[in-house]
Structure formats: C-alpha cells, structure tokens
C-alpha cells in the first residue's frame, strides 16, 4: 500500500512556542490530507481537512489560528501548532486518501509534549 | 450525528481463545465501514473495508463481518501479537473521505 510519513515523531517544547509537524505522501499524489489528534487511551478525533491550493476545513471545536494548517504542495501537508500549551500535548496523525474510497493511509503519528 | 460504539473497550485472552469485537455504529448513510489495528505510539494500520450488508473479510486469523447496524471483527485462535488496539471507522456517504472513529478495543493475547 501507499505509504505515509511524519516529521518529527517526537517533539518536546516548552510553553509558548510554535511547533510545525509535516506529513508527506511518499509514492502517490494527494489533494486531500486529514489531521487527527488522540488522547491517550482516546480514540481519533479529526481536526482538519487540508486541501492543496485551499483553506483548509476545521471541525467544530478546532481554533484555526492556533491550528495552521497549509497544504503546500499534492505530496505535502503541514500544521503549525502555534503558542503550544501544556493541554496541547497529544499524539497527532495525519492520513491521506487514495483514489478510491476505500483506501485511506495513516501516517506514524507525532508525539507533542509541551512542558 | 454519526456515531461508532465499539465493544468491549478492553479484552484478555488466551492464546487461541476465539473471540469476537464489536462495533455499533449510527449514520445517516454508510459509504464504507473500516477496521484498522494500531500499536502503541503507533499510526492505524489498516484492515478492512466493507461497504454493504452481509459482506465478509478475511485475513489470517481475523474476519470482519458487517449489518445495517454493526460490524463483529473475529479473530480466531489469536496470538501474542495479535495484541494491540482496533479501531472501527465509518465513512458516510458524502462526506469528503474523512472517517468518524470509535473509540477502539485494546485486545491483550496471553501466551
């Protein structure tokens, strides 16, 4: 199958700063790539869609401006978790489509922990 | 609002002791229904899909079955790895491919 990466994996930050994760798609094209964020124990709770070339979409609940979320290009999407709190420390995923339906890839996910 | 229940939320067994996941799920019209397994510290790796009531999946010792309103995931004399958390996700029709999760059972295979 289509393959997902994460950068970093793992980040630690201290209050205050800004943090910016990248989720490539490493062998396909996406115009479309999902953010997920999970609590331990939780399960996947979408954040926002990235469309290339457009804003992207936030769920109920989502600031965007402490969210930015730019899809650079067809193979990369990258959100910028701005002026990080402590309540931000989470696991955060992000998955693309295939072109069916029926397929849809997660990246290794990104540990954030703000101190 | 779509919802996905997912039952048990934790689940001990025996090496080889069969059993069965549930997932409940409510939405106004189902495109397709996922199954994926995660690792700790990991991303969903994923399973199956299905798409329409009655069809079944396999692979090795897992099976997933769906309704109208649930999907059972079988796993047939399991293994230690087998262990890990498995996540049920339904992608409604019209929706742009985002998929609503459950909130996942964390199976344990004792040797």
């Known amino acids: 199958g289509a393959v997902v990466s994460q950068h970093p994996s793992r980040v630690i930050c201290k209050s205050g700063t800004s943090v910016k994760i990248e989720c490539r798609s490493l062998d396909f094209q996406a115009t479309t790539m999902f953010w997920y964020r999970q609590f331990p124990k939780q399960s996947l709770m979408l954040m926002a869609t990235?469309?290339?070339?457009?804003?992207?979409?936030?769920e109920q609940g989502v600031e965007k401006d402490k969210f930015l979320i730019n899809h650079a290009s067809l193979t990369l999407s990258t959100l910028t978790v701005t002026s990080a709190h402590p309540e931000d420390s989470s696991f955060y995923i992000c998955?693309?489509?295939?072109?069916?339906?029926?397929?849809?890839?997660f990246g290794p996910g990104t540990r954030l922990t703000v101190l | 609002e779509d919802q996905v229940t997912q039952s048990p939320e934790a689940l001990r067994l025996q090496e080889g002791e069969s059993s069965s996941l549930n997932c409940s799920y409510t939405v106004s019209g189902l495109r397709g229904l996922f199954w994926y397994r995660q690792d700790p510290g990991k991303g969903p790796e994923f399973l199956f899909t299905l798409y329409s009531a009655g069809e079944e999946k396999e692979k090795e010792r897992l099976k997933a079955t769906l309704t109208k309103k649930e999907s059972f995931l079988h796993i047939t004399a399991p293994k230690p790895e087998d262990s890990a958390t498995y996540l049920c996700?339904?992608?409604?029709?019209?929706?742009?491919?985002?998929?609503?999760f459950g909130s996942g059972t964390q199976l344990t295979v004792l040797p």
């Open positions: 996700a339904v992608q409604p029709s019209g929706s742009a491919r985002q998929l609503t």
């Open positions: 998955s693309a489509p295939g072109q069916t339906y029926n397929e849809q890839f």
């Open positions: 990235s469309n290339e070339g457009s804003k992207a979409t936030y």
